[in-house]
């Protein structure tokens, strides 16, 4: 399967796409005004090889910083292995009020709007799809789906059945689609606080990045 677009593209600020999720964005428009409250763009060159894809943007995250991963603590996590593994140059802040680069990598989510309880459903998902799919249509020779949500949303960009590549953490997947596919358990809090994730965990799903980079 090739993907070919000519330009990549971004939901607009107001996009209504997905009314639960309109809904919930001017909920926090008028309790946060001060904040992003908007559909976040991707973060990092478009012309990178390394695509990571998230969930959806976190209410106090991204949602309030408007770059993907920047505000939390899976922001953190991510932003501190990135730069341990030469993916980024400059210094992160978690306000995003920083010099940081992204080197041959970028950042997405799966759904582009904050979901309730950070739970988007199927139908955002699938109504965000056409953006995912402009992002995996990229140069891309790694995509890192960080849980089992955007495991499945990458496939189903792909028009490949969710159940011909079971999600497994730091599992390698061949879809057919110009790229390798891996997994990574969500670097979430919840995730770290449970020891589903650890940072050594997490270390080594990029050390099979870095491999999968380096190999011809």
């Given amino acids: 399967m090739t993907l070919s677009i000519s330009s990549l593209e971004e939901p607009g600020r107001d996009c209504p796409l997905c009314p639960r999720l309109v809904e919930f964005r001017q909920g926090s428009r008028e309790k946060f005004p001060d904040w992003h409250n908007g559909p976040v763009t991707s973060f990092g060159p478009k012309d990178a090889s390394f695509l990571i894809v998230g969930l959806a943007p976190g209410l106090r995250g991204a949602n309030r910083t408007a770059r993907p991963f920047t505000g939390d603590y899976a922001g953190d996590l991510l932003y501190q292995t990135l730069d341990r593994f030469g993916f980024s140059e400059g210094t992160y802040d978690s306000e995003g009020?920083?010099?940081?680069?992204?080197?041959?990598?970028?950042?997405?989510?799966?759904?582009?709007?904050?979901?309730?309880?950070?739970?988007?459903?199927?139908?955002?998902?699938?109504?965000?799809?056409?953006?995912?799919?402009?992002?995996?249509?990229?140069?891309?020779?790694?995509?890192?789906?960080?849980?089992?949500?955007?495991?499945?949303?990458?496939?189903?960009?792909?028009?490949?059945?969710?159940?011909?590549?079971?999600?497994?953490?730091?599992?390698?997947?061949?879809?057919?689609?110009?790229?390798?596919?891996?997994?990574?358990?969500?670097?979430?809090?919840?995730?770290?606080?449970?020891?589903?994730?650890?940072?050594?965990?997490?270390?080594?799903?990029?050390?099979?990045?870095?491999?999968?980079?380096?190999?011809?």
Avoid: W
Avoid at 179 to 200: D, I, M
């Fill in 97 to 216: 009020k920083d010099d940081l680069k992204l080197v041959n990598c970028r950042i997405t989510n799966a759904v582009r709007c904050v979901p309730p309880e950070n739970k988007p459903i199927g139908a955002e998902v699938k109504a965000c799809a056409p953006f995912l799919q402009m992002e995996l249509a990229g140069p891309r020779r790694i995509v890192l789906a960080l849980g089992g949500l955007a495991h499945g949303a990458v496939l189903s960009g792909l028009g490949i059945p969710k159940n011909r590549f079971k999600f497994g953490h730091n599992a390698v997947h061949q879809p057919g689609a110009g790229f390798t596919l891996v997994n990574s358990y969500h670097c979430s809090r919840y995730n770290t606080n449970t020891g589903k994730l650890t940072e050594a965990m997490f270390e080594d799903v990029f050390d099979t990045i870095r491999s999968l980079l380096s190999a011809p």
